[in-house]
């Protein structure tokens, strides 16, 4: 089994920033990459950010290139998603995932094995 728990989440002003954290544990293989994506109330979920196993690959939706920074610790487990200049339709629930057996960084949510719970984002105007 795998498990994946995201937190840091929360309530946040337009232009404030938040840093999302997801650790990822049980049996996992040794490469696995890792994405973030984001679902508003009544929209599809959406790709956020992913990261390469070796974390040299990148890559972001284009709703957040320049705002938004994604990270792993490969020692402890943890993915970060760093999120600056939000803004309010940035709010949603945000999802990390954990993608086995696949080169480069995928895009779509069907592309990943695990998914944590959920951590809700709200910024106000």
């Known amino acids: 089994q795998v498990q994946l728990v995201e937190s840091g989440g929360g309530l946040v002003q337009a232009g404030d920033s938040l840093r999302l954290s997801c650790i990822i544990s049980?049996?996992?293989?040794?490469?696995?990459?890792m994405g973030w994506f984001r679902q508003a109330p009544g929209k599809e979920r959406e790709f956020v950010a992913g990261?390469?196993?070796?974390?040299?690959?990148?890559q972001y939706g284009d709703s957040v290139k320049g705002r938004f920074t994604i990270s792993r610790d490969g020692a402890e487990n943890t993915v970060y998603l760093q999120m600056n200049s939000l803004k309010p339709e940035d709010t949603a629930v945000y999802y990390c995932a954990a993608s086995f057996g696949r080169t480069g960084v995928p895009l779509n949510h069907w592309e990943y094995n695990y998914w944590g719970q959920g951590t809700q984002v709200t910024v106000s105007s």
């Open positions: 990261i390469s196993w070796s974390g040299s690959n990148k």
């Open positions: 049980g049996r996992t293989p040794s490469f696995y990459n």
